[in-house]
């Protein structure tokens, strides 16, 4: 590490105010604080004297979303080789998985911090570290065989249009790896939507077996088909097709443990997110006027992605909200409407990506009414102590 601080120190001088290459600053403190922990301090207004600055709160984000990936990559290889028909041993199966991942996150980092860059240049910024924890987001729900040039055109999207033009990190009203899937969800249903683009080589054209579906069990519970459905231990330890790292209950679960212990993540949010799910499933079970609605309750919590939106998608600090009461409600209503949106509407059968987006619209307004309703009471409770 000396010699990197060295190197930096080095260059430093040619990128100061003055310098050859000031227009570079951004870019050189971006670089920086990679490596070390920034020696400015907040100079006015109310805040914190810690440790903690907010690239390393993203880095927390990034090391809890790791189980999840790893265990994305070896299912990746898993499930290819089965519809092959070939039996792999567990390195060659990994090693499929993590180079048919890897592109992906790097075209994602590439194109996302690219932009980054290019705006805070120009606004002469820094460069802000919300990035670091969408580019490992993106990548984790979608399938494996996405194209890399549409993963470039979502990713630029998501970053321009849904954090850039208001304002970047901390400005922008909805989360931004959320709507890089919306965009390639509505632009390119077929890539992001049926049975054979979940398991890799399907959508290509490979020899699969015959016999073998690609199905996810979202989508065998869509149609009705509950009779196919995976046993609870499978689809709890995630050997099933699905996006690259919302299948694997077990390992959202260890990145939700990392998120909880550092106080990275609201544990308000994640429990009234799981809540307003069960809620909403038991609300179902008592009219099951189909298969569908006749599915456990708790069976929702490990289908499709409502385990990794409850995890990492749902407690973005940014877009979710920020009172305590405020985030009871917002994650209950998640919960709530992700289920009623996969079970009610079979065109959006993910319905946990929607009903974050909506909820990430409505979460200041919900804010506004906590904070409004707690004024009220303090103002009761003053005019009653005046009385006195």
């Known amino acids: ?66 189980p999840a990936l790893l265990f994305g990559m070896w299912n990746t290889g898993r499930l ?5 028909g070939e039996v792999a041993a567990f390195w ?28 805070a240049q120009k606004r002469g910024h820094e460069v802000n570290e919300g990035f670091f924890v969408s580019g490992m987001l993106i990548p984790l729900i979608l399938p494996a065989d996405v194209p890399l040039w549409m993963v470039a055109v979502a990713t630029a999207f998501a970053v321009i ?31 992001m939507s049926g049975d054979i683009i979940w398991v890799s080589g399907m959508s290509k054209g490979e ?12 989508g065998d519970a869509l149609v009705g088909n509950l009779d196919k459905l995976p046993s609870p231990m499978e689809m709890i330890i995630g050997t099933i097709p699905g996006s690259i790292g919302e299948t694997s209950v077990i390992a959202i679960l260890i990145g939700a443990v990392i998120l909880l212990f550092t106080g990275v993540a609201s544990w308000r949010i994640m429990f009234s997110v799981i809540a307003g799910g069960l809620i909403m499933g038991l609300i179902f079970n008592l009219a099951a006027v189909n298969d569908y609605m006749a599915l456990p309750a708790w069976q929702h919590l490990v289908l499709g992605g409502f385990a990794f939106g409850a995890v990492f998608m749902a407690t973005d600090p940014v877009t979710a909200s920020q009172t305590n009461k405020g985030k009871y409600i917002y994650g209950f209503l998640i919960g709530l409407l992700a289920v009623l949106i996969r ?36 103002l009761k409770r003053l005019k009653v102590v005046q009385k006195i």
């Not at 901390?170 to 249903?189: D, E, K, Q, S, T």
Request: charged share 15%; glycine share 6%; hydrophobic share 50%.
């Open 1 to 66: 590490m000396k010699a990197i601080r060295n190197i930096l120190d080095n260059i430093k001088p040619y990128v100061e105010k003055g310098g050859k290459f000031h227009f570079l600053r951004s870019t050189f403190d971006a670089v920086e604080t990679l490596f070390f922990v920034p020696n400015r301090v907040t100079q006015s207004g109310c805040h914190i004297r810690d440790s903690v600055d907010m690239k390393r709160a993203m880095i927390v984000v990034v090391i809890a979303a790791v």
């Open 80 to 84: 290819h080789f089965e519809a092959i």
């Open 92 to 119: 060659p199966t990994f090693w499929y998985g993590f180079f048919k991942i890897l592109p992906i996150i790097v075209v994602t980092y590439v194109v996302g911090l690219t932009i980054e860059i290019i705006f």
């Open 161 to 191: 249009i849904g954090k850039e033009v208001f304002g970047g990190s901390g400005m922008n009203i909805m989360n931004p790896a959320l709507i890089a899937r919306a965009f390639l969800f509505f632009a390119y249903p077929s890539k």
């Open 207 to 218: 020899n699969i077996v015959d016999g073998f579906s690609g199905a996810t069990p979202l």
């Open 343 to 378: 079970v009610v509407n079979p065109a959006y059968p993910e319905g946990m990506m929607l009903a974050i987006l909506l909820m990430n619209v409505f979460a200041p307004l919900i804010d506004h009414y906590v904070v409004e309703a707690n004024i009220k009471k303090r």
